[in-house]
């Protein structure tokens, strides 16, 4: 999608311009993984025209491989506004994605055959809310997944805007049970599938309920517990003056990364957590981060300057 917002923390309705931003959540991952030296490949459908070569080419340039992207014709980009504010006002989110090019996707869109070579795929519950055709495309991805023995990782990502907490629990909860790694916000379990407590207690719980999928807890600035048949915590970093947007995104991406490099859960979630930080500070939906930087973040605090 495009993302549009005011510049700084100005109001849609008094402001003269808007910035430009390209986002989408499995982008968001594709692109932090690939400035972390993976290679990585976004499946989507994009409309032919000049704002859809906006989000390839910005992609491209970022190190995604935008090879299996399906260009189609009369169709729109999805788009979204972000009104960005300060406590006590709120960041407020405008979708404007009805019928764009994305959620019209099926299964006959992308070639599965290139799951033979792959080593992860990654989903989020965003795009199973946009249409019944979208829904049967992740459920295709799982299965195609399951067949070459492909690790997944499916983020729940609920989105209140999207559909109702009933329905996303309905659509997710079959496709959470398919998954490899489940990643879930604390306050989405409770949400959607009523599971409140104790992180030890929560992620166990999941994890039964998702026929032993691999979960992980993210929990703010509180960081992320995880069960993988043992329990695993790892803390969050402190940032200051923290820009909410795309951080769990980031995680994700941290996630996935070191979880491809074997390292344990407990690793695995403090690199996550450690990206996020990062992303933290930079404006956009994008996590141009180096492995450097995060691994400079978790040896020595990024304090002070580097020369």
Same mark, same amino acid.
């Given at each position: ?91 407020? *989110? /405008?979708?404007? &994605?009805?019928?764009?090019? !994305?959620?019209?996707?099926?299964? @006959?869109?992308?070639?599965? +055959? ?100 691999? *979960? /992980?807890?993210? &929990?703010?600035?509180?960081? !992320?517990?995880?069960?993988?048949? @043992?329990?695993?915590?790892? +803390? ?72």
């Amino acid at each position: 999608m495009l993302r549009l917002s005011p510049p700084g923390i100005n109001r849609i309705e008094t402001s003269t311009a808007l910035e430009m931003h390209i986002g989408g959540a499995e982008s968001n991952v594709a692109v932090a993984l690939a400035r972390l030296g993976r290679w990585t490949m976004w499946w989507s459908r994009l409309p032919d025209n000049l704002l859809g070569r906006v989000v390839s080419e910005k992609l491209k340039a970022y190190g995604v491989d935008i090879s299996g992207i399906r260009w189609v014709s009369n169709v729109r980009l999805g788009t979204y506004f972000v009104e960005f504010g300060s406590p006590p006002r709120s960041t407020q *989110v /405008i979708y404007d &994605r009805a019928n764009s090019a !994305a959620s019209t996707m099926t299964p @006959d869109d992308f070639d599965w +055959s290139l799951l033979d070579s792959a080593r992860w795929v990654h989903l989020t519950g965003i795009t199973p809310a946009l249409s019944d055709s979208c829904r049967m495309t992740i459920q295709h991805a799982l299965g195609q997944a399951g067949q070459f023995q492909v690790p997944t990782s499916l983020d729940i990502n609920y989105r209140a805007r999207l559909w109702s907490a009933e329905q996303a629990a309905a659509i997710l909860d079959p496709l959470a049970k398919q998954a490899t790694y489940v990643i879930i916000a604390e306050r989405d379990a409770k949400t959607l599938f009523g599971i409140a407590g104790e992180p030890a207690e929560v992620t166990v719980r999941l994890s039964d309920r998702w026929h032993g999928a691999k *979960v /992980i807890l993210t &929990r703010g600035m509180q960081g !992320a517990a995880g069960f993988d048949g @043992d329990f695993h915590q790892a +803390s969050a970093f402190a940032v200051a003056n923290p820009i909410q947007i795309g951080a769990g995104d980031a995680f994700a991406a941290g996630l996935i990364h070191a979880l491809l490099d074997a390292q344990s859960l407990t690793e695995a979630m403090r690199y996550g957590c450690a990206t996020a930080a990062l992303k933290l500070t930079m404006p956009g939906d994008l996590a141009l981060i180096s492995s450097g930087e995060v691994e400079h973040l978790l040896n020595a605090g990024g304090l002070g300057i580097s020369r």
